[in-house]
């Protein structure tokens, strides 16, 4: 079974930036999604194995960047322009190439906080 970790949430201000990594025990398709209290999980943005394919949620569009570095079999989230809304458990998740069915388990998370 795919294994995924992720790391690199923190605490920033409102207009920062954080890269939030997804260090993957082989090669796949990865999509990040985020949660907060009392709202359901939701999709954030997703690569497909070889990073020829991104999609992002409407709301992080020109803000967010996903990238890869297959070498490493990691993939990145480059948050920029954080805003007040974006404060969130962030997850990262194995897909399917198609970048629309998620596979496997969901990991422990890293938390991202946004002072305004």
């Known amino acids: 079974q795919v294994q995924l970790v992720e790391s690199g949430g923190g605490s920033v201000q409102a207009g920062g930036s954080l890269r939030l990594s997804c260090e993957a025990s082989?090669?796949?398709?990865v999509g990040w999604y985020r949660q907060t209290a009392g709202k359901e999980r939701e999709f954030v943005s997703a690569?497909?194995?070889?990073?020829?394919?991104?999609r992002y949620v409407e709301s992080v569009k020109g803000r967010f960047t996903i990238s890869r570095d297959n070498v490493k079999n990691t993939v990145y989230l480059q948050m920029d322009q954080l805003k007040p809304e974006d404060p969130a458990v962030y997850y990262c998740s194995r897909l399917r190439s198609t970048l629309n069915i998620r596979l496997g388990s969901w990991g422990q998370g890293t938390q991202v906080t946004v002072s305004s």
């Open positions: 690569i497909n194995s070889h990073g020829g394919s991104t």
């Open positions: 082989e090669r796949t398709s």
